[in-house]
């Protein structure tokens, strides 16, 4: 079960226009990496618990036959939270589940989580991630043996700070233990849920793996995952579309002028169009149908579709929603997160 539900408040503007589970990444849905992950392990039936601008996630996934799973989504009327959104969908489960918060982007080996959970009699396991500042996470206390001592979601008070090791939001859960949950109202599964099985003595364990890690959940976060990806940090089961060449992934069907750069690493969506002594690169994601114009640079960037980038424009360390348009020579600075559709003056500077 994926996590799908929130308003990607943090992420916004780019969750004005589109729901944060399928914010682009690489020019695929965001999911589409998380259900390749569970594919490769083994889960190929996914319930998507969702609330907010559920039609997005519905035209970016479909039944997601696609990418080899089948998807069921259910759909709170009013945003339950992590807990409720959880119970509101648990009658279709029975067994073991994973739940994952729909904004994580791991290559974490879930087998060997699933392994750890039988071997030690767990009943619920949770996926522990070292950071060097917890405070924005559930912070996760365990004794030596790996058992759940405290969970304790964004503590304020210094003397709650006890470690920096996190919930890393991928759980498995033992299936019957989601009747706690109350039905039919908002509930957090961080703040209600974990600590009552610590309470009542459920035997529950950590999880932590050397891993790639990361929540997309705000803009610069969003923006340094794709980075990561195009050098390999992460190592996914699923590529970038298209055509890998020279360090880059060309989607295909635009054009390219002959004298464009394309520094990789890169990637270039379907029907771009780059012009004259252009610079893409490195670091550069170009979205389907995006143009970009005579001598215009774009670097360590991300565009969604069919953004428009005017002649001699500079990008540098930002990310443009769909239908953007950058008049020319407007520069655009580090981490400027642009909503779809924004306008950029011409020779207008962008600063954050
Ligand atoms: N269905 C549904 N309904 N989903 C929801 C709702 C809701 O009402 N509210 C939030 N979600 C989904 C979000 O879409 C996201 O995928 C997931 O639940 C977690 O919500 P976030 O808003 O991203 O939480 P967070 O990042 O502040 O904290 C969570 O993740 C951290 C790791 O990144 C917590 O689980 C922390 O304990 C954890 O450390
Ligand atoms: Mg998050």
């Given amino acids: 079960m994926i996590l799908a539900g929130g308003q990607g408040t943090r992420l916004r503007p780019l969750t004005l226009a589109r729901a944060k589970p399928v914010v682009p990444l690489l020019n695929r849905p965001f999911l589409a990496y998380q259900l390749a992950l569970l594919r490769a392990h083994g889960v190929s039936d996914v319930i998507l618990a969702c609330s907010y601008r559920v039609d997005d996630v519905r035209a970016a996934l479909g ?6 799973v089948r998807l069921r989504y259910v759909v709170e009327g009013e945003p339950l939270g992590t807990g409720g959104g959880v119970r509101n969908a648990a009658d279709l489960v029975s067994g ?9 982007l791991t290559d974490a080996d879930l087998s060997a989580m699933r392994a750890l959970h039988e071997s030690r009699g ?5 996926y522990l991630q070292p950071v060097p500042d917890p405070r924005q996470y559930g912070l996760v206390e365990t004794a030596a043996d790996g058992r759940l001592r405290a969970f304790r979601e964004k503590p304020t008070a210094d003397e709650e700070i006890t470690t920096n090791t996190i919930n890393a939001g991928i759980y ?3 299936a ?9 109202r908002a509930s957090s599964i961080e703040r209600e849920f974990f600590p009552a099985l610590i309470a009542d003595g459920i035997p529950c364990y950590g999880w932590c793996p050397t891993a790639y890690w990361r929540d997309i959940g705000n803009p610069a976060a969003y923006r340094a995952a794709q980075i990561d990806m195009l050098h390999g940090r992460a190592a996914m089961p699923l590529s970038a579309p298209g055509r890998p060449r020279d360090g880059s992934w060309l989607a295909g069907g635009g054009s390219v002028a002959p004298d464009a750069q394309i520094v990789a690493p890169s990637v270039v969506g379907a029907g771009a169009m780059l012009g004259p002594r252009c610079r893409v690169g490195p670091g550069a994601v170009v979205g389907d149908g995006a143009r970009i114009g005579p001598d215009a640079r774009v670097e360590g960037s991300v565009l969604w579709e069919r953004v428009d980038v005017g002649a001699g424009a500079v990008l540098q360390d930002c ?3 769909a239908d953007a348009r950058i008049g020319a020579h407007a520069h655009v600075g580090p981490e400027v997160a642009l909503e779809s559709g924004a306008v950029v003056p011409e020779r207008a500077t962008l600063t954050r």
């Fill in 63 to 68: 039944d997601g036959a696609e990418l080899g």
């Fill in 96 to 104: 073991t589940l994973f739940v994952l918060n729909g904004d994580i």
């Fill in 122 to 126: 767990s009943r619920t396991t949770i």
């Fill in 172 to 174: 498995l859960i033992d």
């Fill in 176 to 184: 019957p233990l989601l009747q706690r949950i109350p039905r039919d």
């Fill in 319 to 321: 990310v443009v929603g």
